[in-house]
């Protein structure tokens, strides 16, 4: 027997079906379930990594208020940010390069870029 192919993002997951919660607008385990059905005779883990983004009704800034300075242009990383209703700021971060050891500043606080593609910091 042959071993199944798959596609490749889920080689990136390393065997886990990655279902991030705090990037759908709506929660709605069909669709969870359908996504999972799909690939369960590949991975039988599903991990539901969700921070309830969404709910806070975040409000895009832009690069407003950040010091991306230190961020070489050939880094291809890009910081973005939002403010919630409370008042708090988000930063979604791409990394596609996965470069180590960069950050950047806001209100006078260091920020490390985290060595993923795709983040949200708080």
Known sequence: MTAPTCPDWMWE???????QLELRSLY???SIRK??????????????WGQNWWARRPVYLDTKGLD???????????VTRFQDRDGLSLFAI??????AGLA???NG???????QKIAVVE
């Open 13 to 19: 997951g390393q065997g886990f079906l990655d279902v």
């Open 94 to 99: 791409s990394n596609p390069n996965l470069v």
């Open 109 to 115: 606080i260091s920020i490390g870029i985290p060595v």
């Open 28 to 30: 709605d385990i069909r």
């Open 68 to 78: 991306l300075t230190s961020i070489p242009s050939q880094s291809k990383v890009e």
């Open 104 to 106: 950047f500043r806001f």
């Open 35 to 48: 996504l999972y059905h799909n690939y369960k005779h590949l991975y039988p883990w599903v991990l539901f």
